[in-house]
């Protein structure tokens, strides 16, 4: 694919922007251009330069990600809307779609699907939403569709090396955003104890940040 498809990712999460970021920038053929807290700065960003695909978060302050829909369908149809959430309430995809959204993707199945969902709607005029292993496409004419599931192949994976079920713990807890207190609390163990696990972390992923520890677990799957 030789044209990079531009993405703005809208989340009020900013550890879930910056993971999201990392995982799509494995991807040679997607290039994230915006990276925004809410609908509103989305709006101001794409007066300079337009996304192909929006992936949006529902809930967030000033215009979430139902409003963002709604203007988005109105006044830039051009641009496609996948939806990434938690929310996983009843007709809730259905009910976006019909506002406008190309896709419905649960947080909980992970980011995996992500980049499947941005080739797919990138080639393909279809709306459609993933329930477990299959996704469940519409087309234009209203008919529809079960496609399964595939893991995309543009990501370069590390070495495997050997984490124990702590250590992952750890990492995905920080991840999350946790602070070395946060993760002790939860896991019953010191301050000091989660200190020197993530020195540890830090030499088996030879990593020297967050960042780019964040940026393992994404290419490794640990998150």
């Known amino acids: 694919m030789k044209q990079k498809i531009k993405i703005a990712v809208v989340d009020d999460n900013e550890m879930t922007r910056q993971i999201l970021t990392a995982y799509l920038k494995r991807h040679k053929a997607i ?13 101001e960003a794409i007066q300079k330069e337009k996304p192909d695909i929006v992936i949006s978060d529902l809930i967030m302050p000033i215009m979430d990600g ?7 369908s109105k006044y830039h149809p051009e641009i496609k809307i996948l939806i990434f959430t938690v929310d996983n309430s009843d007709g809730l995809a259905n009910d976006l779609i019909e506002k406008g959204a190309n896709v419905f993707l649960l947080k909980n199945n992970g980011i995996d699907q992500i980049a499947d969902a941005i080739y797919t709607l990138f080639k393909y005029e ?3 939403a993933f329930w477990g292993s ?14 399964e599931e595939h893991n995309s192949t543009n990501l370069i994976l590390e070495e495997d090396v050997l984490l124990n079920d702590q250590e992952k713990t750890i990492l995905k807890y920080l991840c999350e955003g946790l602070s070395s207190k946060h993760i002790g609390e939860k896991m019953h163990l010191s301050y000091r104890t989660i200190q ?3 020195v540890k972390l830090h030499k088996k992923t030879n990593t020297d940040n967050l960042a780019k520890l964040i940026d393992y677990a994404i290419k490794n799957k640990i998150i």
């Not at 290039?31 to 709006?43: K, R």
């Not at 139902?66 to 988005?72: D, M, S, W």
């Open 196 to 198: 020197n696990k993530r």
């Open 31 to 43: 290039d994230v251009i915006i990276a925004c807290s809410n609908g509103n700065e989305l709006i």
């Open 66 to 72: 139902v409003e963002t829909t709604e203007h988005l």
């Open 126 to 128: 279809y709306h459609f």
């Open 134 to 147: 299959k996704k469940v496409a519409f087309e234009k004419n209203g008919s529809q569709k079960i496609f």
